[in-house]
């Protein structure tokens, strides 16, 4: 009896003992490595729910009996909570069945004001479907219309043209050089309110990268706001930067003391090249006007145009151009509403955080105008705010808005991976650094990018999402 009583108690200690070492193991990670599997419809302490609920469907069972529930519009994002901070890396699989968008990716949420991700590849079916011949090799995809090369290796050794190669989520090493560039030393302004982030790239040849930056902290959002612009060379070195400290105010009461300010950055004796100049700088820095000798400028992506409340009484828009031939336009606030031209066709922006589309059928270079500021502008493209700064130093890209066939190149060299077949689900691996991802109230942000699947009327079904936190 007294044997038994002794077994007792020491299972009763054991149990808290237990309990307490295995929450410890779980904080610690001894093994290097937290996984979790959610499926749709379950309640996860870690893994939220597709939102917003109105591009999602009600989460059904399928005919084998499996949770799904289909995304029906872009973008879908789920939130994910991380019970500790000190992880290096965040491997996510993917299941999902996809029978018509042309491409799909999952993005991570890297800076906000704009929110900006870091996005990978789940299924690209462009490439997938292709009929052309197919190599794979560490982790990249080569497509050729008629096979000339033996492996990846040797097209990388030796690379055809840029203009016959198209590329997706990778970059084709082969060094852009406009023939028949002379420099000048005429100055060109940009006369266009910049509002926050943006990127460009210029051509640089036997000149001083000479770019003079004419802002406004505009105060509107709380914290400080450091002006940082770097530049980069063709092999991502940076090689020259300029800064500029916050204002001093760090409130968020719009004040706009100090006006107008200046910042000059340059660079001499670069090599002839292209080189990418990265605006790293809060939403509450407005660049209104941009002053440089430099004859070659394409912002990338994203443009945001802001308004010119606290600069002029009476604000402008902007005129930009560009050969993308689907841009997503936005405004935020009830007074960007407005109806832009675009050669000759008009879009109305009617409403505020509404996304509209504005697509063009013919080749060239198209011509944009806006009448007010306010409007962000994203597309997987370029804009010159000139015809004559406008130049093409990057390969055409793979996009959902065309097929291979009417980009009219030779090849496609992608970093892809295809999906692979687990029953009825593909499923798709995408890693993230977790240190790059933004994180609040111990909380990543993680989207599906899936353009044009409501134009389609097509849906994208998730059955599972797998996390694995590793440590390293």
Known sequence: MKFLTRIIQLFIVAI????????????????????????????SPFVDALQPEIRVADVEKSNAGESVQAILEDPVFFFVHPHRDFFDEVVIDVWFQNETVPIVELGGLVRTNPDVYSLFPLHNRLI????????????LVLLQKEKTYDSISSFLADPPAQDAVAVYRTELDVSYRLEGYVPTQELQQ???????????KTYIKNEVLDFTFYYMDMNRDEGADVVQITVFNEAGQPVAEARAADDGNIQDDSSVDQGLKELHLTAYGLPEGVYK??????????????????????FLNTVFIGDEVGFKDS?????FYTQSKRLRLQTRHAEGVQTLVAGSQTLEIQEPYVW???????EGLEKVTLPKGDVEIVTEGTYSFSPSQYFNPDPVSLNSYTTIE???????????????????????????IAWDL??????????FSTPLIKELDASLLIHQIDILFNQY
């Open 406 to 432: 009417q980009l009219g190149v030779s090849y496609v060299l992608a970093k892809y991976e295809s999906p692979r077949k687990e029953g009825n689900w593909l499923v798709a691996r995408v890693r993230f």
């Open 190 to 200: 940009i006369d266009v309110s910049l509002r926050g982030h943006h990127e460009f």
């Open 128 to 139: 997938d479907e292709s009929t052309w011949s197919r190599m794979d090799e560490g982790g």
């Open 438 to 447: 933004y994180q609040e109230s111990q909380t990543w942000k993680f989207s």
């Open 315 to 319: 604000g402008t828009g902007g005129t």
């Open 277 to 298: 100049v990265v605006m790293n700088v809060p939403r509450d820095i407005f660049f209104r006007k941009i002053v440089t000798p430099q004859q070659k400028i394409v």
């Open 16 to 43: 808290p003992i237990g309990i307490m070492c295995w929450l410890l193991s779980q904080w610690i990670v001894p093994s290097g490595g937290f996984f979790v599997s959610h499926v749709v419809g379950e309640d």
């Open 356 to 362: 509209y589309v504005l697509s063009f059928a013919g």
